[in-house]
């Protein structure tokens, strides 16, 4: 006999988990009826909670550390290194700081961003079913404790190690030891596995229960599991990089490319320009750490962290970063009905009786329990209908339970001293399976079929006396006796039609997926706006050669497929992808899984999916409503505009800054430097980056919803953008940069070519970078204004809605005056008071840059 696990003899005894039940139960002083709540919470105080230990907690050193030396951070230090050999000693500090600055903001912001992820854990507690007192409670799997008994169900994670006490169940232990065929695990099966991982009676924390039923009583918690002393795997998961920031990294450093080029372009022609050879590469070095744009990419994760966030507030847990991005970029949904376009609340609405057994048949053919209101809606529905509050278990002989296949359930029971068996399931696949005369058969499928136009979903319910228990499922549900059709009603969500509504203005297309009959699917999916243009059921489909499945779903209109099976979703997934749509395929149960990890997006039900679904989705519905899938895509359209608004703005910036330079160095020094390294440094951190942030949480545009979507292939930069960032904003405000510079000097009799670093012009020259830095600020002010919006005009977004934005442009200037008024700054940052007359020539540049691009945008709207 071996001993599975020695936990510390403190806490508790050494449990043998392979010992007879009997003797286990009365070592872990419990009932097969489980603990009482009582003795569960005291027994929760001794064993601690069933959670493995985190590894998380002291590794934000190290996360730190990894903004201070990442390339782009690196290629700094390397410029800073070199301004330090330069002998400028302010620069090499200023650009330590600029790097500490944006590793620090980084570094807050991937904070933020894994802990908006991390908190999804706290809107979808992982409840498990356990007998309390005699009935099923869904504690958090944190709370269980040994002595506790399981429910197992299919499509559930098991969260403790535990020995079967009833039932048979297959797992999937694929996590623990890697074999991926599910094993059986049954309770009366003799044990003489050699090691506990392959006894025949023991299920252990993580796997999954894939089919079957059992009760099972937990022996082992938290740290004890098995899977809790294999230390190595961590609970944590790692996260991938999403295509968006992917393709934000590479034009980051095509960016920072540039900027290399630009600065080192720069030496010889500063240098040619007159600039001592120290002097000019001062500048180069000034010029390069102005353009390489490290902080675009944490502000983009800041953004997706963002989504995440105000997404699960929706009641759409998202659980990879980059799926936010590609949820705004849906074409295509493949919805279930019953829960997701419905209600999921039945009621009987009609019954056509064909004796007096129907209401018993209903009562024993059924697994739902009206106290405890567990248990599928359809058959809670017929229970209360019925005026019963489930089966009686102690008389069951067999059961074979609901399959989405097969479509029916059956129940073999003692009534008395008769054995009975009881059938209910789809009409199409329980009526070949009763005996009457053929006339007969069509009748009642015509019933069925006006039944089902009218919405109902329809039930026949059959039964017949068998003399012994029949030795398979096939054996039992033949030759039975129709008892009666049940049409229930399941009435449409309120909100979902004008989720699909937005859907069609969206030029997203809704299909139904469901195991349910055509015309009952098709007219629900009327009822809620979707076309339901073409209906096609699981025989058909599966008749359908690929590129005529292809070609249906390439045309215009959406399509119902009924009587569905799961695999059909795994096609339709396929089909679609293939067809270039980019699909969100909604799903509850074990086998919807592989079409969920196919579909770009799974969506698995919060309430009434699976573990295995919620394992395999990359989207978890908290309410599992339509309308809630609808609420996502909008938010991951938000999402990506907001991306695309804030690299609009920090391109805008480049051209002022640059322009000057070239200026200097064309004129061969004839024209002094319009600029100092340490302002283009001021300007690269102090004043853009909180408005640039601020864009990142840019409230939706509107007609948001009414544009087409995304195509695959488009990137985040895009032609117009470049235009109305270099074209428009960038060239507008590096004519008003140098105008004010160049007002500056002329007003104070400057010529061209007259020095300007000592004497009279002096002081004038101060003033005059110093205009031409208060002019980029101003510039930016009006930029950001500009980016809010990439198409509409900005009264229709409202000018006060980014509060945060106004936040930051009050920010911005507050700095930017404190640089040109406070003497200690002022020697530092070579900037000098600006008179009067030049401020009231700064004021107009905001509402000039940003008037330019909304003449531009207003002309792209009228000419689309
Ligand atoms: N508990 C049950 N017992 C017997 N038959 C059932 C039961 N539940 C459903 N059915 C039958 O099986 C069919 C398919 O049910 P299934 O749950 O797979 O899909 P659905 O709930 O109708 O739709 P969706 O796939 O959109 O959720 C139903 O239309 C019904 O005829």
């Not at 295509?243 to 600065?263: K, N, S, T």
């Not at 195991?515 to 209906?535: F, K, L, Q, S």
Request: one cysteine or more; glycine letters at 10%.
């Amino acid at each position: 006999m071996t001993t599975h696990l020695k936990p510390e003899p403190a806490e508790a005894p050494p449990i043998d988990a392979s010992e007879p039940v009997s003797r286990l139960l009365r070592d872990l002083r419990t009932t097969p009826s489980g603990l009482t709540a009582r003795e569960a919470a005291r027994r929760l105080q001794v064993s601690g909670p069933n959670a493995l230990p985190s590894h998380g907690g002291h590794r934000w050193p190290l996360a730190l550390l990894r903004q201070l030396i990442h390339p782009l951070a690196l290629l700094l230090w390397v410029a800073g290194g070199l301004a330090w050999v330069a002998g400028t000693t302010n620069l090499a500090i200023a650009i330590a700081a600029v790097i500490l600055l944006n590793g620090l903001l980084a570094f807050v912001q991937e904070q933020q961003a894994e802990k908006a992820v991390e908190a999804l854990g706290k809107y979808l507690p992982d409840r498990a079913p356990v007998l309390r007192d005699g009935q099923v409670w869904h504690v958090p799997a944190t709370e269980l404790v040994p002595g506790d008994v399981l429910v197992l169900e299919e499509g559930n994670r098991i969260p403790a190690d535990a020995r079967l006490i009833d039932g048979t169940v297959d797992v999937d232990a694929s996590m623990l030891t890697g074999e991926s065929v599910p094993v059986t695990r049954t309770a009366d099966a003799r044990d003489d596995a050699a090691r506990p991982l392959d006894s025949p009676v023991l299920v252990f924390s993580g796997t999954v229960c894939v089919a079957g039923a059992a009760h099972a009583v937990v022996h082992a918690t938290g740290r004890h599991t098995e899977i809790g002393r294999i230390a190595s795997l961590s609970s944590r998961v790692g996260r991938e990089e999403s295509p968006l920031e992917r393709q934000v990294r590479r034009v980051a450093w095509l960016i920072a490319l540039v900027a290399v080029v630009v600065g080192v372009g720069f030496l010889p022609l500063g240098w040619l320009a007159g600039l001592s050879w120290p002097a000019a590469f001062v500048f180069a070095i000034g010029l390069l750490v102005a353009n390489v744009p490290e902080g675009l990419l944490p502000t983009i994760t800041l953004a997706l962290a963002a989504g995440v966030r105000s997404m699960a507030k929706a009641g759409a847990l998202v659980k990879r970063l980059s799926a936010v991005e590609t949820l705004g970029s849906t074409t295509v949904i493949c919805t279930d009905k019953t829960g997701t376009l419905t209600r999921n609340e039945m009621s009987v609405e009609e019954v056509h009786s064909f004796g007096d057994a129907l209401v018993e048949a209903l009562v024993r053919c059924s697994t739902a329990d009206v106290t405890g209101s567990s248990g599928d809606p359809t058959e809670l529905a017929l229970l209360r209908y019925a005026g019963s509050t489930g089966a009686d278990l102690s008389a069951r002989k067999a059961l074979y339970p609901f399959d989405p296949r097969l479509k029916r359930m059956s129940t073999v029971d003692l009534v008395g001293d008769a054995l009975w068996v009881s059938t209910k399931g789809a009409p199409e696949q329980v009526l070949p399976r009763c005996t009457m005369p053929v006339g007969e058969r069509t009748r009642l499928l015509a019933l069925v079929d006006e039944m089902a136009g009218r919405a109902l979903r329809v039930l026949a319910v059959a039964g017949r006396r068998v003399p012994a228990l029949p030795g398979s499922r096939e054996e039992t549900e033949t030759d039975l006796d129709l008892l009666g059709l049940v049409g229930l009603v399941d009435p449409p969500r309120p909100e979902v039609a004008a989720a699909v509504a937005d859907c069609h203005s969206a030029g997203i297309r809704v299909h139904v997926v469901t195991g349910d009959n055509g015309r009952t699917a098709a007219e629900i999916a009327r009822r809620v706006g979707i076309g339901a243009d073409r209906v096609i059921s699981g025989e058909e489909l599966a008749e359908l050669p690929e590129p005529a499945l292809d070609e249906a779903l390439t045309a215009n209109g959406e399509i119902v497929f009924s009587r569905a099976a799961p695999e059909d979703k795994l096609r339709i997934a396929d089909a679609l992808r293939d067809c270039g749509e980019v699909v969100a395929m909604t799903g509850d149960g074990v086998n919807d899984a592989p079409a969920l990890r196919r579909a770009d997006i799974g969506v698995a039900m919060g309430i009434g999916g699976t573990d295995v679904a919620k394992e395999a989705a990359t989207v978890v519905l908290t309410d599992d409503n339509f309308a809630t899938i609808v609420a996502g895509v909008r938010e991951g359209r938000r999402v990506f505009d907001n991306v695309r608004k804030f690299v609009l703005y920090i391109f805008a910036h480049a051209v002022p800054e640059v322009l000057p330079f070239l200026l200097f160095a064309v004129s061969g020094g004839m024209i002094p430097l319009p600029l100092t390294v340490l302002q283009i440094l001021a300007i690269d951190l102090g004043t853009e980056t909180l408005p640039a942030l601020a864009l990142g949480r840019e409230p939706a545009e509107p007609g948001l919803m009414s544009r087409r979507p995304r195509r695959r292939s488009e990137g985040v930069v895009t032609g117009r953008m470049l235009l109305r960032a270099w074209g428009i904003m960038g060239l507008v405000s590096g004519v008003l940069v140098l105008g004010a510079f160049f007002a500056v000097l002329y007003a104070a009799g400057w010529h061209p070519g007259a020095d300007v670093t000592s004497g009279a012009l002096h002081a004038a020259y101060l003033q005059a970078t110093t205009a031409s830095f208060a002019a980029i600020v101003f510039c930016q002010v009006g930029t950001a204004f500009a980016a809010r919006t990439e198409r509409v005009s900005l009264r229709s977004a409202g000018l006060t809605t980014n509060r945060l934005l106004l936040g930051g442009i009050a920010f911005e200037l507050v700095f930017a005056a404190a640089l040109i008024y406070l003497p200690p700054l002022q020697a530092l940052f070579g900037t000098a008071a600006l008179p009067g007359w030049v401020v009231a020539m700064l004021l107009p540049m905001p509402v000039i840059v940003w008037g330019l691009d909304e003449v531009f945008r207003w002309a792209t709207r009228h000419s689309a």
